[in-house]
């Protein structure tokens, strides 16, 4: 493959799944741009073909040279997760706007990885910094394409479900706040990364909802990664009210903590995202829920790798 292609955030759930895909696939020219050590170190050492660059996009570097000759650039790079407003706006908004203007060129096509919460009806900092990166890549004059991914799953998944199914081989009890019954619409990251991979050798552009084909319960889908990676924690509701108040007091002495009252009124929050015909707009095939929990669970390599927070 010809392309030569850049990846933000490369050390992260999608950079760390969309890298061996690309190999698999004969890509041969990739850099890799993450700011955290140890993921970084972990991706250097899985994948020593790559061009691995330990960096902050916020600040200028020798980053901004290995990106000036690509021809696509994925944009993984976002803070997911915390409590403080400025982090949100340097990581997700700054570094951003310091990416794309060492890459203004009409020829660079960028694959924006956003998110489903853009048009969510939770409004939190994460929300707010992601709608104003989709704006800066929209607003770039390169052909771009915007890809809006419900929560995801997969292998090296730090937070969300990767985090709750390692805190059940960790602890006896798994607390569920309130009833449970919040609507989830899961997305495989395989999936997702073969869409990426679909845009790279396609070039599409526009703005596209990405929402899982499946959708089910959260306390359903916390049962299936119980069951699919052997946990043995039991499950126990928890009254909303006290389950907020616990992650408060939890964050005041966490500077990063997995989960915030932010992320919990966003649980909670009555969504129900776009579905469009995804697999047939990229020539995706989707991978059924239950397989895509065994094949992330189960694997007997990349399933026992975590990354660090």
Known sequence: MAARIAITGAAGLVGQNLIPRLEARGYRDIVA????????????????DVTVVEADLAEPGAWQQAVAAVDVIVICHAQIGGLDRATYARNNIAATERLLAAVARPDVYLVHVSSSVVKSMAKDDYVWSKEAQEKLVLQSGSPAIVLRPTLMFGWFDR?????????????????????????RQPLYVGDFCDIVMACIECRPTGEYNITGLEPIDYVDLIRAVKEVSGGSARIVPVPYRLFWSMLFVYGLFSRDPPFTTKQLEALATPDVFEVIDWPAL?????????????????????????LEF
């Open 33 to 48: 741009i993450d700011k955290h050590p140890a993921n970084t170190a972990l991706l250097r050492r899985l994948h020593p």
């Open 159 to 183: 937070k969300h479900l990767g985090w709750l199914s390692r805190f059940m081989q960790r602890s006896p009890l798994f607390p569920i706040p309130g009833h449970g019954r919040y609507l």
């Open 282 to 306: 990229f020539g995706v095939k989707p991978t059924p829920l239950k397989t895509a929990l065994a094949e992330t669970y189960r694997d007997p390599v990349y399933s026992r790798i975590a």
